[in-house]
């Protein structure tokens, strides 16, 4: 007989995020394992399925309900104008899982300035429908076409202006474009079907999983630092520490001394220690941190 088990089927972006993505769950505490041939990581949870979908399609079938929930880009999620249910900004400082924009350019030299003036023009872009819905709000027609990669080389003999999307602008620079407007910013989303949601144990498994997302990017930008502190320099310990910095404290076997914890943004602590030092804080630690659930 086989064994009915309840799983909740997640979908991985394929791709530019994928290898983030495997590491984020990594982080978290999952062991999610990508093999390059097969659409159907494996997880060392027997309640979570996997599936490997191109981010492009992820909000659709997440609308349908083929998946309960999945990551993918909010671009992505307003091209497809799927219904779902954006549970979280996974937005983290690790390749690809930054802020990157869409934006509308043309080639520089070109008569080509803003969007009004693309009026009766071509343009080429793989977000069609955030792109009309872009010119729509200007009050410009054109016309609007689907592009299948490199989009930037296409202007301007393929195309007056491009939508394309970019995170530092050097492909951009590259093919000597401007950037006209900024059509939208995205980062990455946690998503969720409606039915899903309704489901009781689906949502607290997918609670439960968000908590270790959220608590893994929470913890990607900062340390744990631990000390030894004289009593008599606390005082002067502690206006060291960032403002919105709580320590924790704890008495040692000599009563003369204190121990303090504290989490920091890791980017201040080699202008912290120094000072911390300076201040009589001794035996400093510096130690990485996986998760902070908040």
């Known amino acids: 007989m086989t064994e009915n088990i309840t799983r909740l089927r997640v979908g991985i972006p394929k791709g530019s995020l994928q290898e983030t993505t495997q590491n984020l769950f990594n982080r978290a505490g999952y062991n999610l394992r990508i093999s390059g041939r097969s659409y159907y990581p494996t997880v060392d949870d027997t309640e979570i399925e996997c599936i490997l979908i191109r981010p492009q399609e992820m909000a659709r079938y997440v609308g349908q309900g083929v998946l309960d929930c999945a990551i993918t880009g909010l671009d992505w999620?307003?091209?497809?104008g799927a219904d779902v249910?954006?549970?979280?900004?996974?937005?983290a400082p690790w390749p690809n899982y930054g802020t990157v924009r869409w934006v509308m350019a043309s080639k520089e030299?070109?008569?080509f300035g803003t969007v009004k003036d693309l009026q009766g023009k071509r343009i080429a872009t793989e977000v069609v429908g955030m792109t009309k819905r872009f010119l729509a709000e200007h009050g410009v027609e054109a016309?609007?076409?689907?592009?299948?990669?490199a989009t930037e080389v296409k202007p301007p003999i393929l195309a007056d202006a491009i939508v394309d999307?970019?995170?530092?602008?050097?492909?951009?620079?590259?093919?000597?474009?401007?950037?006209?407007?900024v059509?939208?910013?995205?980062?990455?989303r946690f998503i969720a079907n409606r039915d899903a949601l309704a489901d009781t144990w689906k949502t607290a498994k997918i609670e439960?999983?968000?908590?270790?997302?959220?608590?893994?990017?929470?913890?990607?930008?900062?340390?744990?630092?631990?000390?030894?502190?004289?009593?008599?320099?606390?005082?002067?310990?502690?206006?060291?520490?960032?403002?919105?910095?709580?320590?924790?404290?704890?008495?040692?076997s000599d009563p003369d001394w204190l121990e303090l914890s504290i989490v920091v943004?890791?980017?201040?602590?080699?202008?912290?220690?120094?000072s911390l030092y300076q201040a009589g804080a001794r035996g400093i630690i510096e130690l990485p941190i996986n998760k902070i659930v908040e």
């Open 183 to 188: 059509v939208l910013e995205s980062t990455p």
């Open 165 to 181: 999307v970019t995170e530092t602008g050097s492909s951009l620079r590259a093919n000597n474009l401007k950037i006209m407007h």
């Open 77 to 80: 999620i307003l091209e497809t």
């Open 208 to 252: 439960r999983l968000l908590m270790m997302l959220k608590g893994a990017i929470a913890a990607a930008t900062r340390v744990l630092l631990s000390m030894n502190v004289p009593r008599d320099c606390t005082d002067a310990v502690l206006q060291l520490l960032p403002a919105r910095a709580t320590p924790t404290v704890s008495t040692l």
């Open 265 to 274: 943004e890791e980017k201040f602590v080699r202008e912290l220690v120094p």
């Open 109 to 111: 030299g070109s008569p």
């Open 85 to 91: 249910v954006e549970l979280a900004n996974l937005k």
């Open 143 to 149: 016309s609007v076409e689907f592009s299948w990669g």
